[in-house]
């Protein structure tokens, strides 16, 4: 798991690979990941945009970017937490995601960037 704190925000990831969503002879890995975004400040936070960086083992790369996560932009109270998952897809059984939430801080509607720690996408045969 990988895990990162920004100004009060915690944001924890797992993967993991699906191979029944993938096709190898197509260059077509599948991947699922799970974040939790825990709220360790004093004040109530919402999540309005996300950026990741995507990173293939053939050395491409790709930016994605847009409002909140999965449809959502949730407002995450002190001490609490929101859970989501998603997925990537990939042209190689290896790659890495890292990134950036925008969050709104919501007692004086100040923003600031929250780091997603950089994770590995690896189809496990790979790690034999």
């Known amino acids: 798991m990988a895990t990162a704190i920004t100004d009060g925000v915690k944001v924890s990831v797992e993967t993991i690979y699906q191979p029944e969503y993938s096709n190898p002879a197509n260059e077509h890995f599948m991947f699922a990941y799970r974040v939790e975004i825990s709220n360790l400040s004093d004040y109530p936070v919402q999540l309005m945009r996300r950026q990741w960086s995507i990173f293939d083992s053939n050395s491409s790369r790709r930016e994605v970017e847009g409002e909140g996560v999965v449809g959502l932009q949730p407002v995450i109270a002190p001490g609490e937490s929101h859970v989501y998952v998603s997925g990537c897809n990939l042209k ?22 929250v780091d997603i720690p950089e994770f590995q996408l690896i189809a496990p045969y790979k790690l034999n």
């Not at 939430?101 to 600031?112: G, I, N, P, S, T």
Request: no cysteine; glycine share 10%; aromatic share 10%.
């Open 92 to 113: 190689t059984d290896m790659g890495s995601m890292q990134g950036k939430y925008l969050m709104k801080r919501l007692v004086d509607d100040a923003e600031f960037d």
